[in-house]
């Protein structure tokens, strides 16, 4: 049997799988399991693959992945909380032949930032929405968000979100899906290596709209926080599937073609 030199391994047309350039080499802060990491690198893959590293701007939150710009070597700017849709649309109007984008959770985007989300959704700015919905607060000590799902529990609804007292859900994807300024809205999941495919499928089309300037794309990824749910990662994957996919089910919302 001939050996294979570790040489061979490395020649480009036997290279499967290689780090992207567009993540730095800081350790990632995200929990282990989490789907930040994942999302991190898909979003990364595509910026590489369109060869669009030095146009892009990325926009950071406060939550979880308020160090993102520590993960991406891009142009970076901070947002303060629930404002990166208002300051991707001033860097966007500014620069617009760079490719925008941010990166948001669901306390960030879908509650004290929902104005802006809105907002920005409404007037159809030619930017690129990321939001990460792991149904918590995730950074701050896994309090009730609005993603929460009924009955779930959390730090501040330990008894399970009672939905006459503390509201419904708010499906924020659905809600911005039906303003005009959307063209492309979909919900997917990056907890295994098919929905990773599908997601980073939509992360690019939501890219190439941008650079078409055909309005506002909008991806959600559902994710676990197993940290916050108190589950092992496998435990959170689980429980993900049968309770937060029901609710929030995934696939493509809205794809305005043509436009």
Known sequence: MEN????????????????TKVLTNNVLSYCPG?????????IAEVIEEMGIQSQTIG??????????????????QQAAH???????????????????????????LAAIGTAETIHACN?????TMIFINNGIYG???GQMAPTTLPGMKSSTCPYGRDVHIMGNPLKITELVAQLPGTIYVARHAVHTPAAVRKAKKSIRK???NQKLNRGTSFVEVVSNCNSGWKMTPNQANKWMEENMFPFYPLGEIKDVVGK
């Open 4 to 19: 294979i030199t570790e040489t061979d391994i490395r020649k480009p047309e036997n290279l499967v799988y290689s780090r």
């Open 34 to 42: 989490c789907g930040h990491g994942t999302v991190h690198r898909i």
């Open 59 to 76: 926009i950071a939150p406060v939550g979880c992945s308020v160090l993102a710009y520590n993960f991406f070597d891009l142009d970076m």
């Open 82 to 108: 629930g404002r990166a849709p208002a300051l991707a649309t001033a860097t966007k109007r500014l620069l617009p032949e760079h490719f925008v984008f941010t990166y948001q959770g669901d306390g960030d």
């Open 123 to 127: 007037r159809g700015e030619n930017i």
């Open 139 to 141: 950074m701050t000590g």
């Open 206 to 208: 939501a890219f190439e």
